[in-house]
């Protein structure tokens, strides 16, 4: 039992530590190899939601998870992410329900809006919201932060020395048996 447990907690936390990893992988490349843009590796971005203009569905402080696709790929119903005011110092991440699709713009509302968007244009498009992690996005801010990548990094650090820690011991053990092995002992 006492093994099971504790191969069940070294799963969670290296789980914890891929998708740390993976965040980080994934921001270094949209940084280095997409600028300006809001997609990383395999084109999936995320965000924290904070408004409530997609409640029911989202609410403040959930992270949403969402995918570049191509163009023929949107349909009215889909929930998409887009940028207002690209290029200036408010542009921001909006998060709503396509409910309209032309040639040359697309119609967003918020769920909980009364009154729809202003139209946007396709290349404001960013993706579609493809999977939800309820509450999470104070610590996902907080992994943003200098601190955070800090805290990222020494996590990460500590579970490989403790992880590794038993295979050097393993393998000193038998280094010693080996040398001792061959002396005669009184």
């Not at 099971?4 to 994934?26: D, M, P």
């Not at 409530?52 to 949403?64: A, L, Q, R, T």
Request: no cysteine.
């Amino acid at each position: 039992m006492k093994f099971f447990l504790k191969t069940l907690v070294n799963a969670i936390l290296w789980a914890i530590v891929a998708i740390l990893l993976l965040f980080v992988a994934s921001g270094l490349y949209q940084r280095i190899f997409n600028r300006g843009g809001y997609t990383g590796l395999f084109g999936v971005g995320y965000a924290v939601v904070v408004s409530g203009s997609m409640k029911p569905v989202f609410h403040e402080n959930d992270m949403i998870i969402f995918q570049k696709h191509d163009r023929k790929d949107y349909r009215a119903g889909d929930i998409v992410v887009y940028v207002r005011d690209r290029g200036t110092e408010d542009e921001i991440l909006i998060t709503h329900r396509l409910i309209g699709i032309s040639e040359d713009q697309l119609i967003t509302k918020g769920d909980a809006n009364s009154i729809s968007d202003k139209p946007i244009k396709w290349d404001q498009l960013v993706g579609r919201v493809v999977f939800l992690v309820p509450g999470i996005g104070k610590a996902v801010e907080f992994l943003r932060t200098p601190v955070g990548i800090l805290i990222s990094v020494l996590l990460i650090a500590a579970l490989s020395v403790v992880n590794l820690l038993p295979v050097f011991k393993s393998r000193k053990k038998k280094k010693a048996e080996a040398v001792n092995g061959g002396s005669i002992r009184y």
